[in-house]
């Protein structure tokens, strides 16, 4: 099945700092990456879409200023949380649509931890 | 409702069948799909039905779908305790997936 890596799998901040996580599709090529935040014990929210080559779209209430994204490649999409305070510590999972359009698979996700 | 459904908990005794459901919103949901999380990990594609389908069967896993009612199903046949996890079903609308809250699966032996 397609495999999607995540990097790091976790880390901790410093309130004030920047973040980058990084998301690549390993063995197949993915126009389309999203990227989820996930509290404990608690669903899944979008966060924003990332199309290869073009801009995110981000979803509603999300900041894009703070949660930069960037999809440079078919296979790498970045997320950096700039300034990162207390309350952005969370699970942030990618995940990258397949070739059919149909599967979404989801990388291992990384815990954030801001102090 | 706005929000994708499902029951938070569900506990069986393994070798039983589990029946995890779930109420989705939108009827031009063009697919619907299952996924499970273990703990600290990322989310697994069990599967997945179009929308035109009443039923899915993958091995110990069948997915029943009423359009009608917006209502999908994941049956899990003989559960073995490697099956406790979080479930998701999700909606797909246009390109992105509605969550679900998730069920937890407790399979006991």
């Known amino acids: 099945g397609a495999v999607v890596s995540q990097h790091p799998s976790w880390v901790i901040c410093k309130s004030g700092t920047s973040v980058k996580i990084e998301c690549r599709s390993l063995?197949?090529?993915?126009?389309?990456m999203f990227w989820y935040r996930q509290f404990p014990k608690q669903s899944l929210m979008l966060m924003a879409t990332s199309n290869e080559g073009s801009k995110a779209t981000y979803e509603q209430g999300v900041e894009k200023d703070k949660f930069l994204i960037n999809h440079a490649s078919l296979t790498l999409s970045t997320l950096t949380v700039t300034s990162a305070h207390p309350e952005d510590s969370s699970f942030y999972i990618c995940s990258a649509m397949g070739t059919s359009g149909i599967e979404q698979y989801f990388g291992p996700g990384t815990r954030l931890t801001v102090t | 409702g706005e929000d994708v459904e499902q029951s938070l908990f569900l506990s069986v005794r393994e070798g039983d069948s589990s029946v995890i459901n779930c109420t989705y919103t939108d009827s031009s949901s063009t697919y619907l799909y299952w996924y499970k999380q273990e703990p600290g990990a990322g989310l697994q594609l069990l599967t997945y039905i179009f929308s035109n389908m009443d039923m899915k069967q993958d091995q110990r896993l069948t997915v029943l779908l009423n359009k009608k009612d917006k209502h999908l199903s994941l049956r899990i046949a003989d559960t073995q305790t490697g099956d406790s996890a979080i479930y998701f079903c999700?909606?797909?609308?246009?390109?992105?997936?509605?969550f679900g809250k998730g069920t937890t699966l407790s399979v006991s032996s």
């Open positions: 999700a909606e797909k609308l246009g390109t992105a997936l509605i």
């Open positions: 063995d197949f090529q993915a126009t389309t």
